[in-house]
């Protein structure tokens, strides 16, 4: 993730991925099995055990692959980096098909699939309605559409709001902009706020969860992986009302007959 560029479509910021070893530096160099584990978790509950046709959108190297492969009777990795494709190919070959492009201007024809997933990227849109109304687009008629949400009101930032450290209200619908990080800018939703934009889209929410609610570097040194993992596994479900975690799963239904 070493430039932004703006595509000349929607003038919109591309958190480029190309010639970044997402895979290395991100998942295998850092201690990141807690978070893995959560993602999975979430997936294997909200994915539908069998699936027609599938993309993984935004899915960069495939991490999460052989949760859907077993699921799905064709899948497609969706990418904008050509260095994560590569990468997918490699390991997976035929069994995972990959498409590369900008997910404003999704190359696939309208209701072509069955199923998507989108996992660990809204942090990086910042324009959500034109990518709801693509992946909209893309799915069919009771297709459903399983989504991560970056949350702007989680714990740690109501404690800082409440001990003066930041001045940013965790509760404003607006969307926070974290954008000096790594200049092309992250972005953070208001659960409120992305659920109105998910229903204003035309998809129905399903089910939802609350993801990586132990992600803290201290609650690692404590209790260990092993141990928020199984605490995790209790927690999705029973904290998802409260929508307090970094990662809000969504499970979403196109209206429509199959
Ligand atoms: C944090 S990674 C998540 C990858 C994968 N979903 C996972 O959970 O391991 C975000 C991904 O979004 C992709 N991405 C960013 N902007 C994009 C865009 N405009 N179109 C398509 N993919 C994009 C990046 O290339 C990267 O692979």
Redesign the pocket.
């Known amino acids: ?1 070493t430039t932004a560029k703006h ?1 000349k479509q929607n003038r ?1 910021v ?5 010639g970044y070893d ?1 895979k290395k530096i ?2 295998e160099d850092a201690d990141r099995k807690y978070e893995d584990a959560a ?1 999975r978790m979430a997936i294997r509950k909200l994915l539908p055990r069998e699936m027609e046709n599938f993309v ?6 495939g ?2 692959a052989d949760e859907y492969l077993p699921r799905a009777k064709s899948a497609t990795l ?4 050509k260095t ?1 494709l590569a990468q997918a190919r490699e390991k997976y070959g035929d069994k995972l098909k990959t498409k590369q ?4 201007n999704l190359p696939f024809k309208d209701g072509e699939f069955s199923t998507l997933m ?4 809204t ?3 910042k324009d959500m309605e034109k990518v709801l109304a693509e992946l909209y687009r893309i799915l069919r008629p009771g297709g459903i559409a399983v989504i ?1 949400v970056a949350n702007k009101r989680t714990l740690p930032r109501i404690a800082r709001y409440f001990t003066g450290k930041t001045k940013a209200s965790p509760f404003t619908h607006n969307v926070a902009n974290l954008s000096d990080v790594d200049k092309d800018g992250f972005f953070n939703y208001h659960p409120k706020y992305i659920e109105n934009l998910f229903r204003e889209a035309g998809f129905k929410i399903d089910k939802v969860l609350s993801v990586s609610n132990f992600r803290s570097k201290g609650l690692k040194k404590v209790f260990g992986t092993k141990n928020l993992i199984k605490m995790e596994k209790g927690a999705q479900a029973i904290l998802a009302p409260i929508r307090f975690a970094p990662s809000i799963y969504y499970r979403l239904e196109k209206p429509g007959d199959k």
């Open positions: 993730m595509s919109a591309i958190s480029d991925y190309n997402y991100f998942w993602d993984d959108v935004a899915g960069g190297y991490r999460l969706f990418d904008y980096s994560e492009g900008d997910i404003y989108m996992i660990r990227a942090h990086h849109f991560e």
